[in-house]
């Protein structure tokens, strides 16, 4: 028979990976079909035009998932050089920085839609929660009694939802700026017409890992003043 903390174990990891699967394989469409937009059809032919999540888990993504309850879907990439004049400058920025919106976009719509069917006191316990790294829904549980099961089990997935896409909304932004400065770098000179796998792709990364900790309280601090603002605005706080 499982035990209390075996159960909470397998609850915490099934929410996180509910909200992965959602969030990698809708940022992931939305980019590749941004950029088929823009006139680059390097990702749709790939096969990540599509809503099918097997095409947008990525392997070492879901074991850090499974480990930090934090993790990334496959890189979906772009071909600067197939997008084309008028504006071209915007167009590469758009493509790139298209998952960005959606993780954020996506986050935005998770703490509105708390707010409005919860109420904003859900999502202040959520922030103490994340603070203290105690990512379970007995926290919840202890913390609500007066909400139903459903309610709190509702309220966690989109706890997760939210936090996972803040995350990789900031990560991405990080990535995707560091990816237009190399393009406007290539773009201008010749010389740097090869781009660099290590530079465009495994830089960030590192300066990411380097910085996660800020990264994660930065998150933190995004959601509670999102959830502040979205409660004024609905005139709940």
């Not at 159960?7 to 969030?23: C, M, W």
């Not at 708390?114 to 202040?124: E, S």
């Not at 979205?230 to 005139?235: D, Y």
Request: charged share 10%; net charge neutral; hydrophobic share 55%.
């Amino acid at each position: 028979m499982l035990n209390m903390h075996t159960t909470e174990l397998i609850i915490t990891v099934l929410t996180f990976f509910i909200a992965y699967i959602v969030s990698v394989t809708f940022a992931g469409s939305f980019r590749a079909w941004v950029a088929d937009k823009m006139g680059d059809d390097t990702a749709a032919s790939l096969g990540f035009l599509t809503l099918n999540p097997l095409a947008h888990i990525d392997t070492i993504g879901l074991l850090f998932l499974f480990l930090f309850y934090f993790g990334w879907g496959r890189y979906v990439p772009i071909n600067h050089f197939n997008i084309q004049d008028p504006y071209r400058r915007i167009k590469v920025a758009a493509a790139y920085f298209s998952d960005t919106f959606i993780y954020l976009f996506s986050a935005f719509i998770g703490i509105t839609g708390l707010i409005i069917t919860v109420g904003p006191r859900m999502l202040f316990i959520a922030q103490q929660m994340l603070s203290c790294r105690n990512l379970s829904h007995f926290f919840l549980v202890t913390h609500c009694p007066t909400f139903s099961s459903l309610t709190l089990t509702l309220s966690f997935i989109v706890i997760a939802f939210v936090y996972l896409n803040v995350i990789l909304g900031v990560l991405t932004f990080i990535m995707n700026s560091f990816q237009l400065g190399m393009f406007i770098v290539m773009d201008r000179s010749t010389e740097y017409r090869e781009p660099n796998f290590y530079l465009v792709i495994l830089l960030p990364m590192v300066l990411i890992f380097l910085f996660s900790e800020p990264l994660r309280i930065w998150a933190i601090q995004f959601i509670a003043a999102a959830s502040f603002a979205i409660s004024r605005a609905v005139g709940l706080a």
